[in-house]
């Protein structure tokens, strides 16, 4: 009982720096997060908080992993509950929406990197987990107009756009070395089932659709945008129709 009764003692207050953290967060940024400073918030010493993250750097890699976890768990949603030919929209919006609605912990995964400090192996898991997703959202835009080649029948667009990229004895391209570097960060999210690994061109299509979304998302939740004349989400919806025509 006592046992129990601590351990529920040590997740609140882990909680309740989190909390105090992302607050620090949206003021000052990542320099403003200070170990110290968050237990007098708490009206805790210094040393005592220290019991519960042993250094800042665990703390903002507990900050860290959970933002890449809830975004990653709210683009598979967003994917899951659409449509085959609505994914990728479904899944842009749902990049934004959450940026928008938190735009300080998608400045802290997306954002400048903090100096000296090194991600863990399981936020690298996660990014990469997430990139699968946005692998079968990608799948069926991009190409002539926004669907993939031709499909044979009882086959799905996704499946058949996820030909895993083996030897150029069959007449594939080899990797380009965007490509290639792809492919070695998603073997962080584990194995492909038989068959459904991404050909090299959809590696490329994915990457260089992630980075464009990202590229106005960020300009947006910066303010980059503000006194330009017209609204962010207007040029984010063409964005999407320019993608979705391969342009």
Sequence with gaps: MATA????????????AKSVALAQLAESGTAGISVNAIAKAM????????RYFASRDELLTELITDAYRDLAETLARAVADAAPADRFRAMARALRDWAKRQPD?????????????????ETTEIAAGMMRTIFDA?????????????????????????VAPSATASGEQPLTEVEAALARHLEGAGPWAPGEEPGGELKGRALRTWTRLHGVISLDVQGQFTGMGFDPSVLFEAELDALVRGG
């Design 5 to 16: 009764r601590r351990e529920r003692y040590r997740k609140q207050t882990r909680e309740e």
């Design 43 to 50: 009206g805790m010493t210094g040393p005592a908080l220290y």
């Design 105 to 121: 912990r998608y400045l802290l995964i997306y954002g400048t990197p903090v100096p000296g400090y090194q991600a863990p192996p």
């Design 138 to 162: 990608c799948s069926s835009v991009g190409e002539s107009g926004g669907a993939t080649a031709s499909v044979t029948p009882g086959v799905t667009a996704g499946a058949a756009a996820r």
